[in-house]
Nanobody, 122 residues
Framework: VQLQASGGGLVQAGGSLTLSCAAA????????LGWFRQAPGKERVFVAD????????YYADSVEGRFTISRDYAKNTVYLQMNSLKAEDTAVYFC????????????????WGQGAQVTVSS
């Protein structure tokens, strides 16, 4: 199984970025897909996920209304559209797959991508 994240970079505060995560080697349609982030010196925390059953989406309070998670079944890819970025969004972003229906708990995720650096300058 491989999750390949891409799309990170440097952006000014208020700007936008879209992260992509292409999945291979798993039955994409039967996994919840999530994004987590880890800032320097801090633990990895939940950002957003999308259920594999209903397609329902869930967000951390800190990104609600600014970030949008979506999945493309044809491309086996999950996206994270990030708007109105703030300096505090700076982190390494990880995509992950869970065989739960949906979860904010990183321990429920069994496969992880390598991470994409997002840096927001103020």
């Amino acid at each position: 199984v491989q999750l390949q994240a891409s799309g990170g970079g440097l952006v000014q505060a208020g700007g936008s970025l879209t992260l992509s995560c292409a999945a291979a080697g798993l039955t994409f349609s039967t996994y919840a897909l999530g994004w987590f982030r880890q800032a320097p010196g801090k633990e990895r925390v939940f950002v957003a996920d999308v259920s594999w059953i209903s397609g329902s989406t869930y967000y951390a309070d800190s990104v609600e209304g600014r970030f949008t998670i979506s999945r493309d079944y044809a491309k086996n890819t999950v996206y994270l559209q990030m708007n109105s970025l703030k300096a505090e969004d700076t982190a390494v972003y990880f995509c992950a797959a869970s065989n739960s229906v949906s979860s904010r708990n990183k321990r429920k995720y069994v496969y992880w991508g390598q991470g994409a650096q997002v840096t927001v300058s103020s």
